[in-house]
């Protein structure tokens, strides 16, 4: 189970910070996990935001290259992404995705935290 947090309403500019921490994992299965979050937004598809390799390698959408930025604590379980910079086209429901290589990479998802921007 993926536990997302860090959701809420902000003004355009501002800055939120969004955590993910999977329960029940060991250290050595996080480790060796592809971590990420995707974003819905009303009436589109889901999208990747920004994921990160277990080599710490992150990847973005362009939309969001150089105001968010993804980062991940092995030793705590935990991924993170920090967004500055947020405008109204952010607003969405942000999802944390995880691909454990222990569990054949099957796709787990969390629940969805809101993030919502206003102008």
């Known amino acids: 189970q993926l536990q997302a947090s860090g959701g809420g309403s902000v003004q355009a500019g501002g800055s939120l910070r969004l955590s993910c921490a999977p329960s029940?994992?060991?250290?050595?299965?996080?480790?060796?996990?592809?971590m990420g979050w995707y974003r819905q937004a009303p009436g589109k598809e889901r999208e990747l935001v920004a994921s990160?390799?277990?080599?710490?390698?992150?990847n973005y959408a362009d939309s969001v290259k150089g105001r968010f930025t993804i980062s991940r604590d092995n030793n705590k379980k935990a991924v993170y992404l920090q967004m500055n910079s947020l405008t109204p086209e952010d607003t969405a429901v942000y999802y944390c995705?995880?691909?454990?290589?222990?569990?054949?990479?099957?796709?787990?998802w969390g629940q969805g935290t809101l993030v919502t921007v206003s102008s």
């Open positions: 995705h995880a691909r454990f290589t222990a569990y054949s990479n099957i796709d787990y």
């Open positions: 990160t390799t277990r080599s710490d390698i992150p």
């Open positions: 029940r994992i060991i250290l050595s299965t996080f480790r060796d996990s592809t």
